[in-house]
């Protein structure tokens, strides 16, 4: 099985600004994913997607090849993850370059790891759409979630008579750490439309999603008290 690694980087980042090449921890968060897929593939199997100079800048510093700019109708506030990675697979299938399967990993998850890649990878087979990394949510549906009905009442998202959280069925939450896509699914429909997904957990630690300052200020604060543990 043979797959691409795909860094997607967008410039423009309203919540933190210049996020992707921001130093988190020593280091610009860009080059986690960038170590992560390295000690999974060679570089001429990483594809780092950006509109931006100065992050296609830092990736060449790092000693990453970009093989193209993200076109501009690509790198719109509008411009969806979908639409990139089809343009990313497109453009290697244009070279005669072809993968059977595409690893999504997004700069904003610098405590994912290249294990937690393997074992993702481990979880899929052709026959799926995806398997993707979640953590296990706190917030239940069964539970603690709910929606204002018709008379501006609150009710329970899913109707249930569950009075502990912890005998309500699991649920669980994207965070944007693992994608692997197969990629015959993914030229026929987005990744919302997906029916076969498969779950690889992560802790909650782990999955920390830099979207914010304060989730920034957060993982800084987890990098410097968490224990450094070998990878296996």
């Known amino acids: 099985m043979k797959p691409l690694f795909l860094i997607t980087a967008r410039g423009g980042s309203k919540g933190i600004p210049g996020k992707n090449i921001k130093p988190f921890a020593g ?13 999974l593939a060679p570089d001429e199997d990483i594809c780092l997607s950006t509109d931006a100079d100065d992050i296609i800048q830092a990736a060449e510093a790092y000693g990453l090849p970009v093989p193209f700019k993200r076109p501009d109708a690509l790198a719109t506030d509008q ?10 697979v497109d453009f290697y299938r244009q070279q005669h370059r072809t993968y059977d399967v595409l690893v999504l990993l997004q700069p904003t998850s610098p405590f994912r790891t290249a294990q937690h890649v393997r ?37 329970r998202s899913k109707e249930s008579s569950f009075t502990r959280r912890q005998d309500c ?6 965070n944007g750490a693992v994608y692997v896509i197969n990629p015959v699914s993914l030229a ?6 997906f029916e076969k997904v498969k779950k690889y957990i992560m802790s909650a630690d782990d999955s920390i999603d830099l979207d914010t300052p304060l989730d920034w200020a957060f993982a800084e ?12």
């Open 188 to 193: 026929q429909k987005p990744l919302s439309q």
């Open 27 to 39: 280091k610009p968060l860009l080059y986690y994913a960038i170590d992560t897929a390295r000690e």
């Open 79 to 88: 411009s969806g993850s979908y639409e990139v990675m089809r343009h990313a």
């Open 221 to 232: 604060f987890l990098a410097a008290n968490r224990p450094v543990t070998p990878e296996s």
């Open 119 to 155: 074992e993702a990878l481990a979880l899929y087979t052709s026959d799926l759409d995806m398997v993707v990394s979640v953590t296990e949510s706190a917030s239940n549906p069964y539970y603690n979630l709910f929606e204002e009905n018709a008379d501006g009442y609150l009710k």
């Open 169 to 174: 069925p699991e649920v669980y939450a994207y």
